[in-house]
């Protein structure tokens, strides 16, 4: 006859109480509390924490979506379009003369099912700054300041695979890529291709 040697595991989601809380995290101190103790629980049994909640907020601002319908098959390569997010990013602050922390990036599903990549430049302020509306007059401007971001110099391009504070690695762009690994000189080799296919 087997035993039994334990409980299963409740779901994530049926979890209550201190039930698998983080290390540490019931004997954290009192937030406003110069030092760690006491502690902010002062009972064994006591558990006064919420679990399950999302916080979020809703923030109107401005937004710009770009398509890479000239990517083709490409425009479903996670990384590129991330990659040329970061760039487009970089490039509408350099020309606007902002920091790039105004200028946030997204990507996001585009295409008839969301099959594909797009990237979204958003003004990071609540209601807009206009700053995003500004690239839209700048027409092939911006293609060609990615371009200059992703290609620094002869030098540059041979020993830069990825990303680096020369082009794209800064402090706000270091997250998305620890999530997807940039690809700098595919992401180069993709720009230079729209820019030679540009209408004169």
């Known amino acids: 006859?087997?035993?039994?040697?334990g409980a299963p595991r409740p779901p994530s989601w049926r979890r209550q109480g201190r039930d698998e809380l983080p290390t540490g995290f019931a004997g954290h101190g009192p937030l406003r509390a110069a030092q760690r103790r006491p502690a902010c629980w002062r009972k064994d049994g006591e558990a006064p924490v919420w679990r399950h909640r999302v916080l979020a907020a809703r923030q109107t601002t401005d937004v710009l979506l770009i398509k890479f319908a000239c990517l083709g098959a490409a425009a479903d390569d996670e990384p590129l379009v991330v990659?040329?997010?970061?760039?487009?990013?970089r490039a509408a602050c350099q020309l606007?003369?902002?920091?790039?922390?105004?200028?946030?990036?997204?990507?996001?599903?585009?295409?008839?099912?969301?099959?594909?990549?797009?990237?979204?430049?958003?003004?990071?302020?609540?209601?807009g700054a206009g700053h995003?509306?500004?690239?839209?007059?700048l027409g092939g401007e911006l293609l060609e300041g990615a371009e200059r971001v992703l290609y620094r110099s002869e030098e540059h391009h041979r020993r830069c695979e990825t990303a680096c504070l020369e082009c794209l690695l800064s402090f706000d762009s270091q997250a998305a890529m620890a999530v997807t690994p940039f690809v700098r000189k595919s992401a180069h080799k993709h720009v230079a291709a729209m820019l030679r296919q540009r209408p004169e």
């Open 96 to 127: 606007l003369e902002l920091d790039t922390r105004e200028v946030g990036v997204l990507t996001v599903p585009t295409g008839p099912q969301g099959e594909t990549y797009g990237v979204a430049l958003y003004d990071n302020v609540a209601g």
């Open 83 to 89: 990659t040329l997010g970061f760039a487009l990013q």
């Open 1 to 5: 006859m087997g035993r039994i040697v």
């Open 132 to 137: 995003v509306r500004k690239l839209l007059d």
